[in-house]
């Protein structure tokens, strides 16, 4: 499985990347910081996955899946693309669906003690 990054914080894409990395069934093909980049990636690296940040520096997470699922061409449209966010909120979940994601992800991870 293929798969492309574009996350805008470096401690996080850091994390996915080493992560992804060490599973030897996924290739990483590839990681962005801003949105417009991040278009470019996925255009020339035709991922299998594409895991996109909501909230980028240019353009959201949510414009760049609407502007990728706008390319008519077969082999983007099997590109399954996941949206990871800070924000919980239905608006954005449904903005992100919307424009052409397969899931999301929360950015949330639960501390114990």
């Not at 990347?17 to 801003?34: D, K, M, S, Y």
């Not at 390319?71 to 590109?79: D, K, N, Q, R």
């Not at 800070?86 to 919307?98: K, P, R, V, W, Y």
């Amino acid at each position: 499985m293929r798969v492309a990054l574009i996350e805008d914080h470096d401690l996080t894409r850091d994390g996915i990347r080493l992560a992804l990395q060490n599973c030897p069934e996924i290739e990483f093909v590839g990681e962005a910081t801003t949105g417009e980049s991040g278009l470019a990636l996925l255009i020339t690296s035709k991922p299998d996955v594409a895991i996109i940040d909501l909230g980028l520096p240019d353009i959201t997470g949510v414009e760049v899946t609407r502007r990728f699922r706008s390319i008519v061409a077969p082999e983007y449209s099997a590109v399954k693309i996941l949206i990871l966010t800070l924000q919980d909120d239905e608006t954005s979940i449904m903005a992100a669906f919307g424009a052409g994601a397969d899931s999301y992800c929360m950015k949330i991870s639960a501390l114990t003690t």
